[in-house]
């Protein structure tokens, strides 16, 4: 597996813009070979968007067929100029099916 972060500032004014397109687009046709992603509030406001994909590949992939990625779209239509991280999944715990 293979996460994607996605983190940027977001005014207390704009935080409205960014659930929308959120949810606008988590409600939508997902992207082929996405696992699950989250949208992430800090207390100091700043917000993440963590997805995690089933390989790199599909992340590059996904990447070379698009102009921008959802999550930076969603960041930018609430004016925020995110920052972007790649991280491999060494390990993971949890419950459920995954």
């Known amino acids: 597996m293979f996460g994607t972060m996605v983190e ?15 949810d606008e687009r988590a409600t939508g046709e997902l992207p082929t ?6 949208l992430m509030r800090a207390d100091d406001g700043v917000w993440r968007i963590v997805t995690i994909w089933e390989s790199k590949e599909v992340v590059m ?3 070379a067929k698009v102009d921008k990625p959802t999550a930076i779209l ?11 991280s790649m991280w491999t999944v060494e390990g993971r715990a ?5």
């Open 94 to 98: 949890g419950r459920g099916d995954h």
């Open 33 to 38: 070979g996405l696992v699950e992603s989250y």
């Open 74 to 84: 969603i960041f930018e239509q609430a004016g925020s100029r995110p920052s972007v």
């Open 61 to 63: 992939a996904m990447r």
């Open 8 to 22: 940027g500032g977001v005014d207390d004014s704009r935080e409205g813009d960014l659930r929308s397109a959120w």
